[in-house]
């Protein structure tokens, strides 16, 4: 009796996954959507804002870049951050399309939230140096939502195997069961 209470339970938090999972690519859809394209749009590529392009100053300090370098380094996180946006949207639409059919392909999600997870890393570390507590707080929120969601993606993709297996096994022993037995003519 215990497994059916699991499998009930398993099932009930793969259900809630999904729209946990789209809520999250929506919000990284929605907030580094617009954050790539107003650092692509910005004269400066976002440099102008010194509490937000920290990250960008310490990486090109400990790469040696000047300010030509640093500028195609916020372009590049930028391009970046636009890219992971494009991808959760491209996610969520193929969450709409396989609504019915729960067959949402979510390995590029999970490409894209390791990306998250390592900008987010590189942006907390300046920020933690500076001591700015709210620009910590608005990435390890970051962090926080790109780990819960690939572990989300995770359990959802390791959930369907075990139901396709369990459906093979079921099919497999439904195909012996009506196999007819040896016949002898006497």
Known sequence: MVPRVRE???????????????????????????EGISTLMSPSYGLDDAWRSQFVFVIGRYFGLGPIGLIKLAAFFAALKLAVACICALHIADRVRCWTRDEANSEILEAALILVVAISIASVGPASWSNNASLMREHMFQLLFAAIATGLC??????????????????????????AGPRFHV
Do not use: C, H, M, Q
Not at 25 to 33: I, K
Not at 160 to 170: F, L, P, Q, Y
């Open 8 to 34: 009930e339970s398993v099932g009930k938090l793969s259900n809630a996954a999904v729209p946990l999972i789209v809520a999250i690519a929506l919000y990284f859809t929605l907030l580094w959507g617009y």
């Open 154 to 179: 995770i359990f959802e993709r390791s959930n369907s195997r075990r139901v396709e297996n369990t459906e093979a096994k079921e099919i497999v022993a439904d195909a012996s069961a009506t196999k």
